[in-house]
C-alpha cells in the first residue's frame, strides 16, 4: 500500500507540474472525447440497431461497436486537432490567446476530422455535424437578438458577454422573443421535416428517414394481426427503394 501511495504521489507531482501542463491538456482532451463519445454514441446505437436493423446478433453487435467507435475516435481526434491548434496559435502569439484562434482552430480539426476523408459523410459524422449545426443556428439567433452584456437568454452559460444586439429591439420585444421565439421555431422545423418526408424522402439523413418511416409510412401498412401488433419491414416510399439504409 505504500508503495503504491507513494507511486500516486509521484504521478501527481508530475501532472501538476506547470511545465507539463500543455501536453497533459491534450492527452485529458483526447480521453474526454473518447468517453464522451462513447457514452453518448453506445445506448443510442443500442437501441436503435437492435429495434431497426436486421442481422444476427453478431453482425448487429459489430455495427453497434463500430458506431461508438467512430463517434467516440472522431470526438477525441478533433478535440486533439482543435487544442493542439490553439496551444500552438497562442505561443505563436506570445502567449496571447486572440477571438479568431478558436474559429481557426474549429476550422482546422472540423475538416480534418469530420470534412475528409473516406469516413467524412458517414451517418454518424453526419449526425454529429447536423447536431452542431442546429446548435449553432439556435446560438446565432440568440447572438443577434441579445444585447451586449445582457446575458439573460442564456444565464449561467459560460463567458456571459451577451450578444450584439443587431437587431435593436426593445425590452418588450426582447421579452416578445423569448416567449415565442421556441415555439415559432419548433413548429416550422416539424412543418418542415415533415413536408420534406412526404414529398421529397431522399433529401433526409438515413437514420432520420428510417426512423420517420417506422413511425408514419408503417403506420399504414398490415396485413394480419401480428403485422398491426408488431411491424419491421419498412414499405417503399414515393421514389425510394423499400430498403432505405
Do not use: C
Not at 458517414?122 to 437578438?145: C, E, G, M, P
Not at 429591439?169 to 412543418?191: C, D, K
Amino acid at each position: 500500500m505504500d508503495n503504491i501511495k507513494a507511486l500516486q504521489q509521484q504521478v501527481e507531482r508530475i501532472i501538476l507540474d506547470p511545465r507539463f501542463h500543455d501536453p497533459f491538456v491534450l492527452l485529458k482532451a483526447v480521453r474526454n472525447g473518447l468517453v464522451y463519445g462513447t457514452k453518448v454514441r453506445f445506448p443510442h446505437a443500442f437501441v436503435m440497431v437492435l429495434l431497426f436493423r436486421s442481422g444476427t446478433l453478431r453482425e448487429k453487435l459489430w455495427l453497434i461497436f463500430k458506431a461508438t467507435r467512430q463517434h467516440a475516435t472522431n470526438l477525441a481526434k478533433f478535440a486533439l486537432l482543435y487544442k493542439s491548434s490553439m496551444l500552438a496559435l497562442k505561443n505563436v502569439n506570445g502567449g496571447k490567446e486572440e477571438s479568431v484562434h478558436t474559429f481557426l482552430a474549429g476550422l482546422f480539426g472540423g475538416y480534418w476530422v469530420f470534412g475528409h476523408g473516406r469516413s467524412a459523410n458517414s451517418s454518424v459524422n453526419q449526425q454529429i455535424v447536423i447536431y452542431v449545426f442546429a446548435r449553432v443556428v439556435l446560438a446565432t439567433a440568440k447572438f443577434a437578438v441579445q444585447p451586449p452584456g445582457d446575458n439573460s437568454l442564456v444565464a449561467g452559460s459560460y463567458g456571459g458577454r451577451g450578444g450584439k444586439g443587431l437587431l435593436g429591439l426593445s425590452e418588450q420585444q426582447l421579452e416578445a422573443v423569448r416567449r415565442n421565439s421556441w415555439p415559432v421555431f419548433a413548429s416550422l422545423s416539424w412543418a418542415s421535416v415533415m413536408w420534406l418526408f412526404r414529398y421529397y424522402p431522399e433529401t433526409l439523413q438515413p437514420s432520420l428517414r428510417s426512423s420517420m418511416t417506422y413511425i408514419f409510412a408503417n403506420s399504414e401498412h398490415w396485413s394480419d394481426l401480428r403485422t398491426f401488433v408488431y411491424t419491421y419491414s419498412q414499405p417503399a416510399l414515393p421514389g425510394m427503394p423499400a430498403k432505405l439504409d
